[in-house]
Nanobody
Framework: QVQLVESGGGSVPAGGSLTLSCERT????????MAWFRQRPGMQREGVAT?????????????SVKGRFTISQDLSGDKTRTKIYLQMNNLQSDDTAMYYC???????????????????WGQGTQVTVSS
């Protein structure tokens, strides 16, 4: 069974940085699309960044994070455990949210950053940016 576990959230001042990690357990024979989403209080879940786990191809970012966030993959080669990261720099108060890791066994997806395209989700990790 595929499971996702996020870590790395925390509280930082505006302008600070954090790196989130998402570890996928459970064997998957083929590469899959993995993504980071976030949900701010009172708002819908929104896509932040996504990556295809075939050596880090097919990367897409939301416009709001381009140039500040970087998604990457741990290329250790262990197919039973895949890890992706979200390096977040120059964090602002608008980045305060619960961040979720997501994946789906289908490829290609109809939309890379729509929550409805992903069927497997982690529990989330909180990021709080103080101004």
């Amino acid at each position: 069974q595929v499971q996702l576990v996020e870590s790395g959230g925390g509280s930082v001042p505006a302008g600070g940085s954090l790196t989130l990690s998402c570890e996928r357990t459970g064997y998957i024979s083929a590469p899959v699309q993995m993504a980071w989403f976030r949900q701010r209080p009172g708002m819908q879940r929104e896509g932040v960044a996504t990556i295809y786990t075939a050596r880090g191809h097919n990367i897409h970012y939301a416009d709001s994070v381009k140039g500040r966030f970087t998604i990457s993959q741990d290329l250790s080669g262990d197919k039973t455990r895949t890890k992706i990261y979200l390096q977040m720099n120059n964090l602002q108060s608008d980045d305060t949210a619960m961040y979720y890791c997501a994946t789906d066994l289908s490829f290609p997806l109809r939309s890379w950053l729509r929550a409805e395209e992903y069927s497997i989700w982690g529990q989330g990790t909180q990021v709080t940016v103080s101004s």
